[in-house]
């Protein structure tokens, strides 16, 4: 049983915040609610909220009896084995990228306890996806905790600049990248229209091809070199046999967007009379698009 009490305290607590400030445009979170102020992601979250027994509820009772249980088992554990601090990783997988669900947390003892926690940076995924640590104490161990985080960060060395920090432009995210590439081999043409959004990483596209018939086209697919060669595995597939147009969405890693800053992505044309990718094209960003990754920022861990 769960020892959260979030249902049964936001949709109450929120409203008292409200009603601190009399010029407020809302008054509460069925008034948000009716008048559609929430993002669509938030609706069934905020529902669940809403239609909540409130603190005043014998199910609240009981999980403030769970969470004084919770309470009672940190602090022997952490007395009985003289820690300050309890130490787990902050999610049980890779992060998810903007705009995915964000899915198995793994920071519920500390607001389920109310016992004071500090996230640090632990490190990368050979991906580049950083990870991250909390540190769990006692009661009004805030100080000790934020010691053990700054000693950490400086121990460690684990924090580098994001890959992509495009400034804003007149206060607002910056657009998309435009790329163009262009690939011709007589009668072929394959033109191809990608757009990156510097914010998410993710790389949409638009592939068309003439002058091949259908059955001869084996793939167009999207390459990233390695250690300095310069042919690269396949890091994505564009269009499948026989489709002379195509278009899509994909993520690119981290360590593929920086490949593509630095001009090293390309796209390969299978056909039956060139199978083994003679067929290729570079995606090139135009100057000023932007990204500047940092030596650190294009390494994956040490």
């Known amino acids: 049983m769960s020892a ?5 305290e936001f949709r109450d607590n929120l409203a008292a915040y409200l009603a601190y400030y009399p010029t407020a445009p809302v008054k509460s979170l069925g008034e948000i609610l009716r008048r559609g102020l929430y993002l669509s992601e938030l609706r069934d979250v905020f529902m669940q909220l809403n239609a909540s027994p409130g603190t005043n509820s014998p199910e609240y009772a009981k999980a403030m009896a769970r969470r004084a249980a919770l309470q009672i088992l940190l602090q022997k554990t952490l007395t009985a084995n003289k820690l300050d601090a309890l130490v787990y990783p902050t999610v049980r997988r890779e992060p998810s990228l903007i705009g995915d669900p964000q899915t198995d947390p793994n920071c519920e003892p500390s607001a389920d306890s109310g016992f004071p926690a500090l996230s640090v940076q632990a490190g990368f995924t050979p991906d580049g996806m950083p990870v991250g640590l909390e540190l769990l104490g006692a009661p009004l161990s805030d100080a000790r905790l934020v010691a053990l985080g700054y000693a950490w960060e400086k121990l460690a060395s684990t924090r580098q600049p994001p890959l992509y920090t495009p400034p804003l432009v007149l206060k607002a995210a910056p657009r998309q990248v435009p790329i163009k590439v262009a690939i011709a081999s007589d009668p072929v043409k394959a033109e191809m229209e990608f757009n990156f959004d510097r914010i998410t990483g993710r790389l949409s596209y638009a592939v068309a091809i003439t002058g091949l ?11 990233q070199p390695v250690d300095g060669a310069t042919d690269g595995p396949v890091i994505a597939a564009l269009a499948p046999p026989g489709r002379l147009t195509h278009a899509g969405q994909i993520a690119l890693p981290v360590s593929a967007r920086a490949s593509l800053h630095q001009g090293q992505l390309y796209v390969s044309l ?5 199978p083994r990718g003679a067929l290729r094209g570079t995606l090139t960003p135009p100057p ?6 940092t030596p650190e920022s294009s390494r994956g861990p040490s």
Do not use: C, Q
Request: charged letters at 20%; hydrophobic letters at 40%.
């Open 288 to 293: 000023g698009s932007g990204e500047r990754p």
């Open 4 to 8: 959260s009490v979030i249902a049964f």
């Open 270 to 274: 299978l056909t039956k009379r060139n």
């Open 213 to 223: 018939p259908a059955d001869e086209m084996l793939a167009v697919s999207l390459h």
